[in-house]
């Protein structure tokens, strides 16, 4: 076999190593595409009360992780730990999210590392508070 074909052939067998090893989500990929954005609509609804953008362009959002149980786990963050809805913000995290159809439970995890800083803005997020 040539130089090349062997290289080709060790090429298509890590491709394929990578496929084996991604996560397969037992949730249809239209399903588990519907649900994200759903999610991502109903953490829309929710504002930091001192400024005037939702929590995800604000990038307060982390990590979203959907079990194929339909279960709902947020890592999210607070513009600063003292933040004064410390507090509320993860329950009305999880309402929010409890609003959309099919999601089983939800759990808000809050962190501070990373600390939050302006750069996890969204340019929408920017153009609103005159940041750009």
């Not at 989500?25 to 954005?37: N, V, Y």
């Not at 509320?88 to 099919?102: H, K, L, N, Q, S």
């Amino acid at each position: 076999m040539s130089e090349e074909a062997n290289m080709a052939e060790a090429e298509e067998r890590t491709e394929s190593a990578k496929d084996a090893s991604a996560p397969v989500s037992a949730i249809p990929p239209e399903e588990l595409e519907q649900l994200t954005d759903d999610i991502i609509a109903a953490l829309k609804t929710v504002y930091d009360p001192e400024i005037p953008v939702d929590i995800y362009e604000l990038g307060l959002i982390y990590k979203v992780d959907i079990s194929d149980d339909r279960d709902v786990v947020v890592d999210m963050t607070l513009t600063a730990p003292g933040c004064p809805v410390a507090g509320t913000m993860p329950v009305m995290v999880e309402d929010a999210i409890r609003t959309v159809e099919g999601i089983a439970d939800v759990h808000v995890n809050m962190t501070f590392d990373p600390p939050w800083d302006p750069s996890r803005m969204s340019d929408e997020a920017r153009v609103a508070l005159n940041m750009y």
